[in-house]
């Protein structure tokens, strides 16, 4: 294992499921990395490893920041990646197991030897499956519910949760490098992608989160009251409202997106993304089937 992944505990996980989001590029809104960090505090996950930041960051572009602490003492914080631990909470289908969290800043450095290091925690603690979340700009209103779209490349996962593989070609983030170690470590794996407003994209997105949160949970077949994340994501829809009100061409811009998306939703109907419920009961058959990812 490689050096630069610090230990401060070295947990039993039973059959963990690792959930991954990384702020940055693949993190409009913020949504996926407020995402896992509402599950780990939901789930009081636990701080258990971390990886060093010097060989994978810029610092010139993740800066690293001053804080003072009592009676004036300065300090660096510098950023990182941490990994976390948590026993999932029975649900409708108890999932019995643990789950990872592995959440910050995307780095800049040496994405393949991060990605490898990753993946080797998750073979080594005999992951069973990785659920990567990211979110993305679109055209899409901010007063209809947040499209949520998931693919996967493993065949035996995507037919038993519905998903396809990506059909993206082009610049990729950290996830789609993730998604390759994954694999080559025999970990299957899939990603959610909540849709941001992309003429809100400087603000923080609860309602996206939320998407996130709640699909999550019910993948991983674990039980979670996000009603505080749901009062900030309708607080977030009416401020938006308001500010939108505002301006006349901001306001016709809005109404033609809403249109588009109601055709698109009475075309498509709910075929848009997967029933939360039924993704559980496909996790679980698919683990069942398959222990160990193999």
């Known amino acids: 294992m490689s050096d630069a992944l610090r230990w401060q505990d070295r947990p039993h996980l039973d059959r963990p499921l690792v959930v991954v989001a990384f702020e940055g590029w693949n993190d409009a ?15 009081d996950a636990e701080r258990f490893a971390s990886i060093d930041p010097e060989e ?18 300065r300090s660096i914080e510098w950023p990182e990646v941490e990994l976390l631990s ?6 409708e289908h108890d999932a019995g197991r ?24 998750a073979a080594g603690y ?10 993305l700009l679109a055209d899409v209103p901010h007063t209809r519910p947040v499209r949520v779209t998931g693919s996967t490349d493993d065949e035996h996962l995507g037919a038993r949760l519905g998903l396809s593989p990506s059909r993206y070609e082009g610049p990729t983030g950290i996830v789609g490098v993730l998604h390759h170690a994954f694999s080559a ?6 990603s959610f992608w909540a849709s941001v407003p992309h003429y809100v994209h400087q603000v923080p997105s609860p309602k996206a989160a ?31 409202s308001e500010r939108v009100a505002d301006d006349e061409d901001a306001a016709a811009y809005v109404a033609s997106l809403e249109e588009a998306d109601d055709a698109e939703a009475d075309s498509h109907g ?10 559980a009961e496909e996790v679980e058959r698919f683990l069942r089937h398959h222990p160990g990812g193999s």
């Open 29 to 43: 809104g913020d949504a996926a990395s407020l995402a896992v960090s509402y599950l780990a505090r939901a789930w």
């Open 56 to 73: 994978f960051y810029d610092f010139t572009e993740t800066r690293p920041l001053v804080r003072l602490g009592d009676g004036g003492a």
């Open 86 to 91: 948590a026993r999932l909470p029975p649900g």
């Open 98 to 121: 643990d789950v990872l969290f592995v959440r910050g800043v995307e780095p800049q450095l040496k994405w393949r030897t991060f990605c490898q290091l990753l993946a080797d925690v």
């Open 126 to 135: 005999s992951a069973e499956m990785g659920l990567i979340l990211g979110a």
């Open 185 to 190: 470590a025999g970990v299957p794996s899939a």
């Open 210 to 240: 939320l998407a996130l949160v709640e699909r999550s949970a019910g993948v991983l077949g674990a039980t979670v009251d996000p009603s505080d994340l749901r009062d900030a994501a309708a607080d977030y829809e009416r401020q938006v």
């Open 270 to 279: 709910a075929a848009l993304v997967a029933d939360p419920d039924r993704l």
